[in-house]
């Protein structure tokens, strides 16, 4: 079996499903069948209090609720705010004067809440902290005229909204070949800072190639890769070397989840392949599979694992084996607008956050 990445999106025309004796009379599996399971996978706490931040202003001041850009990167997740009363819209500017509108967990730029305001429109921010923490991390070092070079992915709404706060100190660095493309106007006043998402790897390797450019680049206060999208990683590395194929369950534009993809190939997995739902896996994958890697993007509800574990175990792959390689326990208050108003309101459940149950 050959290393394979690819994105899949949503079937739009019913294929007739391979039955298990079929695949099997394909390719039969020497060994037993079994699935590893990473955890942690998965929901992370910033994702957590998004969705229910969203969900919260949908009950309290009932829908139509805006919320500019996805909520959080999950095809699942935002189609079902979406039959709830959610909004989604590209810019402010397409929110009704005075509306309500929640700005998602990967952050705006200061233009974006500028238009916001001179709309008139309510606002509720759910970025998510640890993205808060890079942009303060931005506004700092340009204010002392730093040259920050922003390690991520030109386009993502994460990386503009983190440009957005100093853009004339702000250069973008896509990944190590665009490193000899840099110029600074100080190399000993030049710092690096990350998009929370990437791969921990390929940061670092970017690092490398800057610090050799430029020997007193400095490191940021405090790791800007996030804690969830590090686990996850350290979860399948773990896994991948042990897999024939690995499922990574999480959407096309859901970064930490391709990243997923990709470092399973690169730790040894023979294949990897990412889906949004359970029907999108091909059962042509199992051919010659005896172990099967599973995990999932940090903005991926578990019903969607779950979902994938029932088909697998269809396919003879009920015995599943959970590889813990952290336990996660943070979790962060609710956006300080909806929590002051769920007080006021008497709806203190969860107006301090909460860890959402896996169902």
């Known amino acids: 079996m050959t290393s394979t990445a690819v994105s899949l999106s949503m079937p739009t025309v019913p294929r007739r499903r391979r039955s298990p004796e079929e695949v099997a009379a394909a390719a039969p ?20 209090r998004a969705v229910i931040a969203v969900e919260k202003a949908l009950e309290h001041y009932g829908p139509p609720v805006y919320v500019r850009k996805q909520i959080v990167h999950n095809v699942h997740v935002v189609s079902s705010l979406e039959e709830k009363g959610a909004v989604f819209v590209d810019e402010t ?7 309500l509108v929640i700005f998602s967990a990967h952050g705006v730029s200061p233009a974006v809440v500028e238009s916001a305001g001179q709309r008139g429109l309510r606002t509720i921010d759910a970025t998510c902290p640890l993205v808060t923490k890079v942009h303060k991390e931005a506004v ?7 040259d920050i070079l922003l390690i991520g992915h030109d386009g993502h709404e994460e990386v503009e909204g983190t440009a957005g706060e100093a853009p004339d100190h702000i250069q973008i660095i896509n990944g190590p070949h665009e490193v000899d ?14 998009q929370t998402t990437l791969s921990v790897d390929e940061t670092m390797e970017t690092v490398r190639l800057l610090k050799e450019r430029f020997p007193t680049l400095q490191d940021p ?22 897999a024939d194929l690995v499922i990574v ?5 859901s970064s930490n989840s391709v990243r997923l993809v990709e470092v399973a190939l690169e730790y040894g997995a023979k294949a990897s392949y990412r889906v949004d739902f359970a029907n999108q896996v091909d ?7 005896a172990t099967v890697g599973v995990t999932s993007g940090a903005s991926v509800p578990e019903v969607l694992v779950q979902d994938v574990l029932r088909l697998l175990a269809e396919y003879g792959y009920g015995s599943v084996e959970e590889v813990v390689t952290a336990e996660e326990d943070l979790l962060f208050s ?26």
């Open 93 to 99: 500017d397409e929110v009704p004067e005075g509306a």
């Open 334 to 359: 609710l956006p300080k607008e909806l929590r002051a108003t769920l007080k006021q309101a008497g709806d203190v459940s969860r107006a301090l956050g909460g860890r959402r149950p896996r169902d």
């Open 181 to 194: 493309k840099v110029t600074v106007r100080d190399p000993e006043k030049v710092i690096w800072l990350s």
């Open 249 to 253: 369950v999480g959407s096309a534009n």
């Open 283 to 289: 059962e042509a994958w199992f051919e010659g599979v």
């Open 221 to 242: 206060p405090s790791d800007d890769i996030c804690y969830a999208t590090t686990n996850r990683q350290v979860a399948i590395k773990k896994i991948s070397p042990q």
């Open 140 to 146: 700092r070092f340009a204010k002392d005229d730093f």
């Open 29 to 48: 599996v020497t060994g037993a069948k079994k699935v590893l399971l990473a955890a942690p996978r998965g929901y992370c706490a910033g994702v957590d």
